[in-house]
């Protein structure tokens, strides 16, 4: 079995429990090395997880000869510029999603994956979760019939970083490295998840609005879109929505049921039929990037194919650019 020597570029929150402790969960696989530009946070990650090396110099990493794989978790801006540097390196990179800022620079990555010869994967770890693959096994048994339309509907409070100032604000709200505000953050698992189920997304439309004045960015964003097949759906998305709308919900209508579940809060999966209304409770693993990491170091070492690649994830960043009118 060949084994992965994981090298980060990265190590901030989504490092700590998402996926970071995951990698070692698996046979064949360990974390080497780390690197922040913050000497302060590659030290302190490498010490408090037991990692051999830390850098402050992503080439550095990426040039170690102990390591034959990376993993991206940066802002999106960075994800091309790394994930290209690490393929002509050689390597297999492993990206956060989305997979870029852009729908262009996830066509720059998945020329030169191409052109290498080298694996670029992405983390829609939610595919991989038990709780979506019920969600997605209850669709495709037919269980609420012939699929004839899908909602999207997220809404929730500003967060208490939301209000500073904007040269304060968190990185997720500075479009030239997030590619758009919250949006662009937590849509991608929603998108994703809905064309991992009906399949690629080939129209798409949408108004876009800042209505809290909190930041620049759009913080209101309402869609529709048609899978290929003829499947249309619609999303609405908020994020400066007072308490009471607080709201993590996709409906999929059929015509004999339907379906709904939530992608962030984890609420039951319910399922409304004629026999009446079913509460699905499904668990997920403690770090829940483990199914996903896994699957990528077995397809890796050879001895299993993860379907997350680049070019399975790009439709997402073109559906995103699509609804923010970037395309």
Same mark, same amino acid.
Request: charged residues 20%; aromatic residues 10%.
């Given at each position: 079995?060949?084994?992965?020597?994981?090298?980060?570029?990265?190590? +901030?929150?989504?490092?700590?429990?998402?996926? +970071?402790?995951?990698?070692? %969960?698996?046979?064949?696989?360990?974390?080497?090395?780390?690197?922040?530009?913050?000497?302060?946070? !590659?030290?302190?990650?490498?010490?408090?997880?037991?990692?051999?090396?830390?850098?402050?110099?992503?080439?550095?990493?990426?040039?170690?000869?102990?390591?034959?794989?990376?993993?991206?978790?940066?802002?999106?801006?960075?994800?091309?510029?790394?994930?290209?540097?690490?393929?002509?390196?050689?390597?297999?990179?492993?990206?956060?999603?989305?997979?870029?800022?852009?729908?262009?620079?996830?066509?720059?990555? @998945?020329?030169?994956?191409?052109?290498? /010869?080298?694996?670029?994967?992405?983390?829609?770890?939610? *595919?991989?979760?038990?709780?979506?693959?019920?969600?997605?096994?209850?669709?495709?048994?037919?269980?609420?019939?012939?699929?004839?339309?899908?909602?999207?509907?997220?809404?929730?409070?500003?967060?208490?970083?939301?209000?500073?100032?904007?040269?304060?604000?968190?990185? *997720? &709200?500075?479009?030239?490295?997030?590619? /758009?505000?919250?949006?662009?953050?937590? !849509?991608?698992?929603?998108?994703?998840?809905?064309?991992?189920?009906?399949?690629?997304?080939?129209?798409?439309?949408?108004?876009?609005?800042? *209505?809290?004045? &909190?930041?620049?960015?759009?913080?209101?964003?309402? !869609?529709?879109?048609?899978?290929?097949?003829?499947?249309?759906?619609?999303?609405?998305?908020?994020?400066?929505?007072?308490?009471?709308?607080?709201?993590?919900?996709?409906?999929?209508?059929?015509?004999?049921?339907?379906?709904?579940?939530?992608?962030? %809060?984890?609420?039951?999966?319910?399922?409304?039929?004629?026999?009446?209304?079913?509460?699905?409770?499904? @668990?997920?693993?403690?770090?829940?990037?483990?199914?996903?990491?896994?699957?990528?170091?077995?397809?890796?070492?050879?001895? /299993?194919?993860?379907?997350?690649?680049?070019?399975?994830?790009?439709?997402?960043?073109?559906?995103?650019?699509?609804?923010?009118?970037?395309?």
């Amino acid at each position: 079995m060949k084994n992965v020597s994981w090298g980060f570029i990265g190590c +901030g929150e989504v490092t700590e429990k998402k996926s +970071g402790p995951a990698f070692n %969960e698996v046979p064949g696989s360990h974390v080497e090395a780390v690197m922040s530009r913050s000497e302060d946070k !590659a030290r302190g990650y490498a010490e408090r997880h037991h990692i051999r090396k830390w850098y402050t110099d992503a080439q550095e990493l990426i040039d170690d000869p102990d390591i034959n794989a990376i993993y991206i978790a940066t802002p999106p801006a960075s994800h091309a510029t790394y994930a290209i540097m690490s393929m002509r390196a050689g390597k297999p990179v492993f990206v956060e999603k989305p997979l870029a800022a852009t729908y262009d620079d996830c066509v720059r990555i @998945n020329r030169v994956s191409e052109q290498t /010869g080298v694996p670029c994967f992405v983390a829609y770890y939610r *595919r991989y979760l038990p709780y979506f693959k019920t969600v997605k096994d209850l669709v495709r048994q037919g269980t609420i019939g012939k699929v004839l339309s899908v909602q999207l509907n997220f809404s929730c409070p500003p967060r208490d970083l939301d209000y500073q100032l904007s040269s304060n604000l968190p990185w *997720r &709200l500075q479009t030239n490295i997030s590619g /758009g505000g919250y949006f662009y953050d937590l !849509a991608p698992h929603q998108l994703d998840l809905m064309q991992d189920m009906f399949g690629i997304i080939m129209r798409a439309h949408g108004y876009c609005t800042n *209505r809290g004045g &909190l930041y620049a960015p759009e913080d209101t964003v309402n !869609a529709v879109f048609e899978f290929e097949g003829g499947l249309s759906g619609s999303g609405s998305w908020c994020f400066v929505a007072h308490d009471s709308a607080r709201k993590d919900r996709i409906e999929v209508v059929g015509d004999l049921g339907m379906l709904s579940f939530s992608v962030y %809060e984890q609420n039951p999966i319910e399922l409304h039929t004629s026999e009446g209304k079913k509460i699905i409770s499904v @668990n997920n693993p403690t770090y829940v990037q483990l199914p996903i990491i896994r699957s990528v170091i077995e397809d890796i070492q050879g001895i /299993g194919v993860c379907k997350c690649t680049s070019v399975s994830a790009t439709p997402t960043n073109w559906v995103m650019d699509r609804i923010l009118g970037k395309l």
